[in-house]
């Protein structure tokens, strides 16, 4: 698996049916939302990615507004522990949903967080290596087949006790991706979801201001 994300999601209602509905991006309110997310960072537009590629450089953002629902992709959005995104991140989503999902292939890592109006109601990280950095609220219903082993990152050949969980964590979060997105990066291939590469984000290289702003 060679799958990254680092994303934020915001939604006023079901971000997965959202972007089933191939939306059109708003380019307006799309650069108005990064320049709220990013106060004093010089944004300088480059040529467009899409939803396959949210694990932009550290010097870059990508993001999209459509209608009812809005993605975002930084490097503020690839730690450890997602419950601690900063304030700011979580009060842009005001009283709709707002989704941090986040994976590295490197080290098998997965995690993923998500917040209704303002509040916390679940969080999730691990990696074979450091086992389960956090787990917070109650497991969403795209969680429990893999929590029960039913999609066990061993095949029957192997000692499943050799393995820290009943599943790969990539596995999850391309499930995650799946339930919550209504897309995947990697796997079979699918009908019912959505190609990300028909998904478009805008571009920006980052810097910050040469100017101070009181």
């Known amino acids: 698996m060679g799958a990254k994300t680092w994303m934020l999601v915001y939604a006023d209602g079901s971000a997965r049916e959202a972007l089933l509905a191939r939306p059109t991006m708003n380019r307006d309110a799309t650069a108005r939302f990064a320049a709220t997310l990013f106060p004093g960072e010089k944004l300088e537009p480059l040529e467009d990615g899409n939803l396959m590629f949210t694990c932009p450089d550290d010097n870059e953002i990508c993001i999209g507004c459509f209608p009812g629902v809005s993605v975002v992709a930084a490097r ?126 805008a571009r920006y290289k980052r810097s910050r201001s040469r100017w101070k702003f009181w």
């Open 76 to 201: 503020e959005f690839g730690a450890d522990y997602p419950s601690k995104l900063p304030a700011p991140f979580v009060a842009a989503g005001g009283r709709g949903t707002v989704t941090l999902h986040a994976m590295h292939s490197v080290v098998d890592w997965f995690a993923y967080a998500q917040w209704t109006n303002g509040t916390l109601v679940r969080a999730l990280s691990l990696s074979p290596d450091s086992g389960i950095l956090e787990d917070i609220g109650p497991r969403l219903p795209f969680e429990e087949p893999y929590w029960a082993g039913r999609h066990p990152a061993l095949d029957d050949s192997e000692d499943q006790t050799a393995y820290p969980f009943p599943f790969h964590p990539l596995e999850l979060g391309e499930a995650a991706l799946a339930a919550l997105f209504g897309y995947h990066l990697e796997g079979p291939i699918d009908g019912s979801l959505i190609e990300p590469e028909t998904i478009p984000l």
